[in-house]
């Protein structure tokens, strides 16, 4: 028997494989958490990748991750290194499916799930320097942004510095991303500049060209080709060769992370300020602030998987916004009581609650009454064990007393009611099944074999 302080159910279920409804508020989103409370291995969370095997990857200052959607597991060979070496800044996915993870003076490609890594570091051409973020071009190439070297291209397997003229201060990397002509955006803690696809030409961009503050700390370009930038002072877009300042609920913090969904929809996470959705051609926006408690706030990465789902990394957790709504139902909505021990769908919509104060029903967005005779209130007062609503309708429910009884159109009839005399280890029913013969079977905990009521099956017809 199920035991719950409160009722928590889905309002709506999304199939499998469907992105977030974009009509969707994102309050009415499902959120779930993981911390170290509940199972993730490690709090702090600054990166997250998916590879074409499905696995979910989370790097952090613990190392690097692998979630199956059932268990975390810590991976060599993060796992058994100290502190600064296992931090994980960066996580991308190539074309071949491989992983590739920045830390601290060493670049990883994952090759297996997660088993066999080859390694670049000081050997390949990398600095002893942390490795901030990490970009796949639509060439191929792979770009890496340091702390205090600039910026790195992996070229016949090994990174070479990429010189950017004197007067961009790039040396600082903080952000990279590819623009719709082909060139790199290179985002740094003094300002952005803009590679063009040939690699002959820089342009350099700060607070004199729009940008709030010059030090960027995110970048994504839209579906139309827009890029968008962060910054310690807010957001910014690229229009006509200028920034021009985007308002926002949380104008003025810092934004830690940028993703662009695939429905065009552009997300925005602020420093301990919540997360933002903007329509990028109308710049209409709404933004949700969490409940206090682990990923509430302090979102560093913005991620879509492959299934639509958005996944918040922050410094004390990982949260996942689906469709699917949880609704939690309690006594003051109206529940007979708050230990339930049964749920069951019906036709039109209905959802029928078992507790141990008696029977409930949920539709159109509320508990509605049960309308019965008053001769028949006593039964729905009982304890509920068991529910099964029959194809035409009618609702079977078993009761810690030991009954069944049958509901339909306002009447209830008592169809069995179990004594000491009749079953000398006296059991609720806890479940109610119809074979195919439409016979009623009614299962006792521990028992190896159903009870058949053959004469259930005319009642409440």
Sequence with gaps: MARLGLLLFFCALAGPGLALDPQRRLSEY?????????????????????????YLWLGGHEGLTRFDAKRFVSLAPFKDVMVPDRTINDLRVDADGRLWVASYGTIYCCQRTGEDFQRFDGAQGLPADWVRCLLFTSDGRLWAGTDSHGL??????????YSLPAHLPCWRVTALAQGAD???WVGSAAGLAHIDPRGQSARGYTQADGLPDNHVSALVTDAQGQLWAGTLRGLAR???DRFI????GCTGFPVGALLVDRHGLLWVACVNAGLERIEPATLQSESVTFPQGPADGNFKRIFEDREGNVWLGSDDGVRCLSN?????????DGLPNRTVNAVCSGAEGRLWIGTEGGLALWRRGRLEPITVSSEAQGALRQGVTSLYEDRQGTLWFGTGSGGLFALRDGSVAEVFLQTHASS??????????????GTLC????????CRRWPAARSLGR
């Design 245 to 248: 300042a985007v308002p926002l």
């Design 152 to 161: 790195f291209v992996l070229q016949g397997g090994r990174f070479a510095p």
């Design 238 to 240: 690229l229009d006509h």
């Design 442 to 449: 009614g299962w006792e905990p521990l028992a190896t074999a």
């Design 182 to 184: 082909g060139g790199l």
């Design 424 to 437: 000398p280890a006296y059991a609720p029913i806890s479940a109610i099944r119809e074979d195919r013969a």
């Design 30 to 54: 499902r959120s779930m958490v993981w911390s170290d409370d509940t199972g993730l291995l490690q709090e702090w969370i600054d990166s997250i990748a998916q590879t074409p095997d499905g």
């Design 324 to 332: 699917a709504q949880f609704r939690v139902v309690s006594s003051q």
